[in-house]
Nanobody, 119 residues
Framework: QVQLVESGGGLVQAGGSLRLSCAAS????????MGWYRQAPGKRRELVATITSGGSTNYADSVKGRFTISRDNAKNTVYLQMNSLKPEDTSVYYC?????????????WGQGTQVTVSS
């Protein structure tokens, strides 16, 4: 089992910045993928960004150039720096972990953290 604890959400004005953090604990496999998905009310959960333990990243087109994902493997922690935030970025953001690379047999999710961007 893997536990994910997120922090850093909140309310920000359009154009502002927020930084999300997610710490993983439990049965962490050395080769893994961590990342962030988001889900707005009435919409499907969508990819924001992922990063492998080797440092390979993947971003949704809608956040490229504005969001940066990074990780500290020693701390099993992933970060999402969100700049130039837009009202359409308003969502619940979920931390993600899987062994290896997705699609994985087992994946884990955090409890979610709310990000609200006001216009």
């Amino acid at each position: 089992q893997v536990q994910l604890v997120e922090s850093g959400g909140g309310l920000v004005q359009a154009g502002g910045s927020l930084r999300l953090s997610c710490a993983a604990s439990g049965s962490i496999f050395s080769i893994n993928t961590m990342g962030w998905y988001r889900q707005a009310p009435g919409k499907r959960r969508e990819l924001v960004a992922t990063i492998t333990s080797g440092g390979s990243t993947n971003y949704a087109d809608s956040v490229k150039g504005r969001f940066t994902i990074s990780r500290d493997n020693a701390k099993n922690t992933v970060y999402l720096q969100m700049n130039s935030l837009k009202p359409e970025d308003t969502s619940v953001y979920y931390c993600y972990y899987c062994r290896g690379v997705p699609p994985a047999k087992y994946d884990y999710w955090g409890q979610g953290t709310q990000v609200t961007v006001s216009s």
